[in-house]
């Protein structure tokens, strides 16, 4: 696989045991992330699918929500669009931190 050290490109990348064998076929984790200011929490999921013409395929997948009994909004209202920003905002932070300069340098 071209990547060796994913730390390289992800900065919570999967670990192994020093003791086993470093090379990695694919990966997947799931986290739920609470965030109590904004009410709001977020699935993060990184993924390694198996390589194709020598390229790897990294997924990173955010999802922020918030719980149906917060989230009883109306299109028009001011403060739905608000509460959309601030949802946006941890979506984008979350991404951010979880990539490494190199990768964010892909993407330029």
Same mark, same amino acid.
Request: proline letters at 11%; a negative charge.
């Given at each position: 696989m071209p /990547?060796?050290?994913f730390k390289e490109y992800l900065s919570a990348?999967?670990?192994l045991p *020093?003791?086993?064998p470093q090379e990695l076929g694919g990966f997947f984790s799931r986290? /739920?992330?609470i965030h109590r200011d904004i009410d709001a929490a977020a699935f993060v999921t990184q *993924?390694?699918?198996s390589s194709l013409d020598n390229k790897v395929q990294v997924i990173l997948d955010i999802d922020v929500f918030k719980e149906p009994k917060t989230a009883d909004w109306?299109?028009?209202d001011v403060q739905t669009w608000g509460k959309l920003e601030e949802m946006r905002n941890f979506k984008n932070r979350i991404f951010f931190e979880s990539i490494t300069e190199k990768t964010a340098e892909l993407f330029e």
């Open positions: /990547i060796v050290d990348p999967p670990s *020093a003791s086993l986290v /739920i992330l *993924a390694l699918e109306e299109a028009s």
